[in-house]
T-cell receptor, first 113, second 115 residues
Framework: GDSVTQMEGPVTLSEEAFLTINCTYT??????LFWYVQYPGEGLQLLLK?????DKGSNKGFEATYRKETTSFHLEKGSVQVSDSAVYFC????????????FGKGTKLTVNP | DAGITQSPRHKVTETGTPVTLRCHQT?????MYWYRQDPGHGLRLIHY???????DKGEVSDGYSVSRSKTEDFLLTLESATSSQTSVYFC??????????????FGSGTQLSVL
């Protein structure tokens, strides 16, 4: 079945540090990959997406590249800010597979000034 | 922001009592979902709806029922609440399924505590 595995958190960084949150997936069908972000006290919102192999999704300084050969979609940001403190969820949608959005367990990021 | 309202925002109840959570949308989206969020488990799908009176089970549906009598409202009912159902519940909506279905819009959540 479809599944997503994210690196365990929490992750604590200083402002302007480099961020990587690892995500790997298992999917039947033809998966599209996503990162959602949840700020404190709020629901999730879509951060970025990639719908085919080698696509790079980007938004708000965050990037992730769809790597079919390693079944990965790692989230990166070159210089984090305190306002990036949130929980980040990797997710996949598999056309021809489960056809439901499947989420990872989430990684909590705290950025200190 | 997508027009999704969850009510109540917080609820404390006792084991064995029935509980109903409401999700109301103003977007006229066809698809609606209920998720629960728990530490160490992330988000798990409870039930979803693909139209009025059309619903189906997700991965953690035991102990929950849903109803959708109008496009805008999706109700989640715990017939007899248990402590294991203490969680944060999120409603989500999407305009379509297939390509584009990844664009889920989430409500702000309901914190439910079952004592």
């Amino acid at each position: 079945g479809d599944s997503v595995t994210q690196m365990e958190g929490p992750v604590t960084l200083s402002e302007e540090a480099f961020l990587t949150i690892n995500c790997t997936y298992t999917a039947t069908g033809y998966p599209s990959l996503f990162w959602y972000v949840q700020y404190p006290g709020e629901g999730l919102q879509l951060l970025l997406k990639a719908t085919k192999a080698d696509d790079k999704g980007s938004n708000k300084g965050f990037e992730a590249t769809y790597r079919k050969e390693t079944t990965s979609f790692h989230l990166e940001k070159g210089s984090v800010q305190v306002s990036d403190s949130a929980v980040y969820f990797c997710a996949l949608y598999s056309q021809g597979g489960s056809e439901k959005l499947v989420f990872g367990k989430g990684t909590k990021l705290t950025v200190n000034p | 922001d997508a027009g999704i309202t969850q009510s109540p925002r917080h609820k404390v109840t006792e084991t064995g009592t029935p509980v109903t959570l409401r999700c109301h949308q103003t977007e006229n989206h066809r698809y609606m979902y209920w998720y629960r969020q728990d530490p160490g488990h992330g988000l798990r799908l409870i039930h979803y709806s693909y139209g009025v009176k059309d619903t189906d089970k997700g991965e953690v549906s035991d102990g929950y029922s849903v109803s959708r009598s109008k496009t805008e409202d999706f109700l989640l009912t715990l017939e007899s609440a248990t402590s294991s159902q203490t969680s944060v519940y999120f409603c989500a909506i999407s305009e379509t399924t297939g390509v584009g279905a990844e664009k889920l819009f989430f409500g702000s959540g309901t914190q439910l505590s079952v004592l």
